[in-house]
């Protein structure tokens, strides 16, 4: 388990994900990614390719 700690940016609040986690999902900056929701738990995913987006 990580701990992690949110800071701030702007008028928003960032987290900042630990390279192990981003190497072991294959992520890497400038990457996208979807943001889920449910009740209390907040869940992420790599977001898909649109079709003729590179």
Do not use: C, H, Q, Y
């Amino acid at each position: 388990m990580f701990r992690v700690r949110l800071g701030k940016t702007g008028n928003s609040v960032k987290l900042t994900i630990p390279k192990p986690i981003l190497e072991g999902f294959g992520w890497e900056e400038g990457d996208e990614i979807e943001i889920l929701v449910s009740d209390f738990d907040i869940a992420l995913r790599k977001a898909k390719r649109k079709p003729g987006k590179k």
